[in-house]
């Protein structure tokens, strides 16, 4: 069985800092590219970020490049979201998904699993 599981969310000020892990298992991993996309209230989802299967190659949404990094440890199964600089408008739930592509971006129907969610609240 795939599971995705993510973790790491919580309240933060507007300009802290905070850092997302998704742990995956039912599937090999590293041999998959993995994505973060994310559903501010009352929005549709929006892609955030994708990195290759191997770690080395990523892309980002023009609302996060700069500030927030993707990564992955494909020896531990865990994907990553280092989230810098953060804005109110960042305040969404952040999902871990497996896309069927490195450039499956927001073509929503190529993710074929999806992890429950974890909040990212940035607020003062």
């Known amino acids: 069985e795939v599971q995705l599981v993510e973790s790491g969310g919580g309240l933060v000020q507007p300009g802290g800092s905070l850092r997302l892990s998704c742990a995956a298992s039912?599937?090999?991993?590293?041999?998959?590219?993995m994505s973060w996309v994310r559903q501010a209230p009352g929005k549709g989802l929006e892609w955030v970020s994708t990195v290759n299967s191997g770690g080395g190659t990523t892309r980002y949404a023009d609302s996060v490049k700069g500030r927030f990094t993707i990564s992955r440890d494909n020896a531990k199964n865990t994907l990553y979201l280092q989230m810098n600089s953060l804005k109110p408008e960042d305040t969404a739930v952040y999902y871990c998904a497996k896309p069927k592509s490195y450039l499956s971006d927001s073509n929503w129907r190529q993710y074929d699993y999806w992890g429950q969610g974890t909040q990212v609240t940035v607020s003062s």
């Open positions: 039912g599937f090999t991993f590293s041999f998959y590219a």
